[in-house]
């Protein structure tokens, strides 16, 4: 790997290296590494793009790293992915995708995940996005992902956009089963004229399911986000949608939450909220010796964490 590959795998996957234990590296539509486990084996899908992650039964502490770069302009990247992890388990799964693209077209990665999780499991899945480079091409990137939990599973989805993505379609389909719970946590930041779009559906199927959408987003410049938080309830459970949002300068946000009951004792809450920072809140750091700038930065650190 160069400098290049490494930095992106540091941005998207906080990594330092080859990863321990299990792991799957993509570069450019192609495996740049694997290794497999005594308990998670990953094989090569032979009809499709992408791989077949196996996680089994009772394997805990473990951790499976999946990330993909993409240094090629001109490349469209499809991927699919699809995690078995069997009953009893309690892993953390880390992806991520991060585009440098120094030339004059698209550089693009789409990514379709989908979870298929045991009885009594949690999983911690970590996605994180990030684009870079010199090139006037764009970087664009559209993962969709869809989980179905079993009884009493358990899966906290957390997933981040930094910075230097100029187009985003995330699409995010969570089945939660009975006593199963599902937390999402999404956090974005578009500047310039870039744009995201988050269509997001839990359905709380079975009774006792939970299901908890924290989105926290800023949108600068002249960039456009678009929410469709949905929970859907099916059955006596509990759900929770939260968006809260800092708009700057030009940009523009929508945030369109939904609760949807199908069942009289499921109890689903939404809230939205969508403004500017406080004047009070930069004037108060900018006592501290912070100048405007650094002030507001500071702010938008602490919103997204």
């Not at 330092?16 to 539509?29: D, H, L």
């Amino acid at each position: 790997m160069n400098q290049i590959d490494e930095k992106l795998l540091r941005e998207i996957a906080d990594l330092e290296g080859v990863p321990q234990g299990a792991y799957n590296i993509r570069k450019n539509g192609k495996l740049e590494g694997r290794s497999s486990s005594a308990h998670i084996t990953i094989d090569t899908k032979a009809d499709k793009p992408g791989i077949d992650i196996h996680i089994a039964p009772g394997t805990r502490h473990e951790s499976v790293h999946i990330p993909v770069i993409v240094t090629e302009t001109g490349l469209k990247d499809l991927v699919y992915n699809d995690f078995f992890i069997g009953a009893d388990c309690d892993v953390d799964i880390i992806a991520g995708c991060g585009i440098h693209n120094t030339g004059c077209e698209t550089a693009e990665h789409d990514g379709i995940h989908t979870f298929y999780v045991g009885k009594n499991a949690r999983v911690r899945y970590v996605e994180k996005h990030y684009g870079e480079g010199p090139g006037t091409g764009k970087r664009i990137l559209n993962p969709q992902t869809i989980v179905y939990l079993e009884e009493g599973a358990s899966i906290q989805l957390e997933t981040t956009q930094i910075r230097g993505v100029d187009s985003t379609k995330r699409e995010t389909k969570i089945v939660v089963g009975k006593g199963a719970e599902a937390v999402i946590t999404e956090k974005l930041l578009t500047h310039g004229d870039q744009t995201a779009e988050s269509d997001m559906e839990v359905i709380l199927d079975g009774e006792g399911a939970s299901g908890r959408v924290i989105s926290r987003s800023v949108a600068q410049d002249a960039s456009q986000q678009v929410f469709y938080p949905k929970m859907t309830g099916n059955a006596a459970c509990f759900g929770h949608v939260q968006c809260d949002s800092i708009i700057m300068g030009q940009a523009k946000i929508s945030s369109i939450p939904a609760i949807v009951a199908n069942h009289v004792d499921a109890q689903l809450v939404h809230e939205a909220a969508i403004g500017r920072i406080a004047g009070d809140q930069i004037l108060k750091l900018m006592t501290l010796g912070l100048t405007e700038a650094e002030a507001e930065e500071k702010i938008l650190d602490g919103f997204l964490q």
